[in-house]
């Protein structure tokens, strides 16, 4: 609207410069300030538009940081819950069923009750399963586990690793 007002003061002043003397001169002056108005308009349009490309750039960077993280936290959740199944088949093919059940203590503790005890101390069963740790869950029965301790041990790092995922992601 701006540049349509100035176009039409730029026509009036050649309209008027047509007409002669000191008016062809205020008529020239006029299209000359119209003309450095219309440049300004042009500069203050395309840092308008530099501004909101800049920003679109930042909002799209941000938008890609957020999507990276989201699909890291998605591989992290997906390796866990692959962990916590391969922990599952070892707990089911090593015999530790035999002992443990997922929610009721038999010959040893539950599942889940050995998952809470070790909350957030995965390296301490994992020690434990490698015959380094001491029993927290329940002491009293250490001597019945000892005999199976052996099994663990022989099962690789990140055998073990998986295996305590299990106990530790028991639902």
């Known amino acids: 609207m701006k540049k349509l007002g100035l176009l039409l003061l730029a026509v009036m002043m050649i309209s008027l410069s047509s007409c002669g003397g000191d008016d062809a001169k205020k008529a020239k002056e006029g299209a000359e300030q119209a003309v450095e108005a219309t440049k300004d308009a042009a500069k203050e349009a395309g840092d308008a538009v530099k501004d909101a490309a800049e920003k679109t750039g930042e909002a799209a960077k941000e938008a890609v940081e957020a999507t990276k993280d989201a699909a890291e936290n998605a591989v992290d959740k ?13 707990f089911m093919n090593n015999g530790c ?8 203590k038999t010959v040893g503790p539950a599942v889940k009750t050995i998952g809470k005890a070790y909350a957030g101390k995965k390296d301490d069963l994992i020690k434990f399963l490698n015959g380094e740790g001491k029993a927290i869950v329940d002491p009293a029965q250490f001597a019945v ?14 055998e073990r690793a998986a295996l305590a995922d299990y106990f530790l992601n028991a639902k």
């Open 145 to 158: 586990m000892q005999p199976n301790i052996a099994t663990t041990k022989k099962l690789k790092a990140e």
């Open 97 to 104: 069923i035999a002992c443990h059940q997922m929610d009721k």
């Open 78 to 90: 997906a390796k866990d819950a692959v962990a916590g199944a391969d922990g599952k088949t070892l």
